[in-house]
Nanobody, 123 residues
Framework: QVQLVESGGGLVQAGGSLRLSCAAS????????LGWFRQAPGKEREFVAA????????YYADSVKGRFTISRDNAKNTVYLQMNSLKPEDTAVYYC????????????????WGQGTQVTVSS
């Protein structure tokens, strides 16, 4: 069982930055990966970024590549999503999720989910 708690969402103007945090606790394995997903009103949940805990390998959606950075702090068991050059279309609820089978962009590979944090980007 893995517990995930997100924080750091809020309201920001277009072009601004936010950093999301995801604190993880519980049992993990060597292939454990953490990912960020987002869901805008009326849209399906979509992949944003993921990181493999043991190696630091990262993977990004094309829509955020070059603007968002995922990273981890092993000592704090926390994953971060640094979001720069934010656009109104980045507005969504952002979810942290954990996958026991390795890094993936597929939503059904993730077994554990946080409660979500709202990010709103004004134009």
């Amino acid at each position: 069982q893995v517990q995930l708690v997100e924080s750091g969402g809020g309201l920001v103007q277009a072009g601004g930055s936010l950093r999301l945090s995801c604190a993880a606790s519980g049992r993990t394995g060597s292939r454990y990966a953490l990912g960020w997903f987002r869901q805008a009103p009326g849209k399906e949940r979509e992949f944003v970024a993921a990181i493999r805990w043991s190696t630091g390998t990262t993977y990004y959606a094309d829509s955020v590549k070059g603007r968002f950075t995922i990273s981890r702090d092993n000592a704090k068991n926390t994953v971060y999503l640094q979001m720069n050059s934010l656009k109104p279309e980045d507005t969504a609820v952002y979810y942290c999720a954990a996958a026991g089978g390795g890094i993936s962009y597929l939503i059904n590979e993730y077994d554990y989910w946080g409660q979500g944090t709202q990010v709103t980007v004004s134009s």
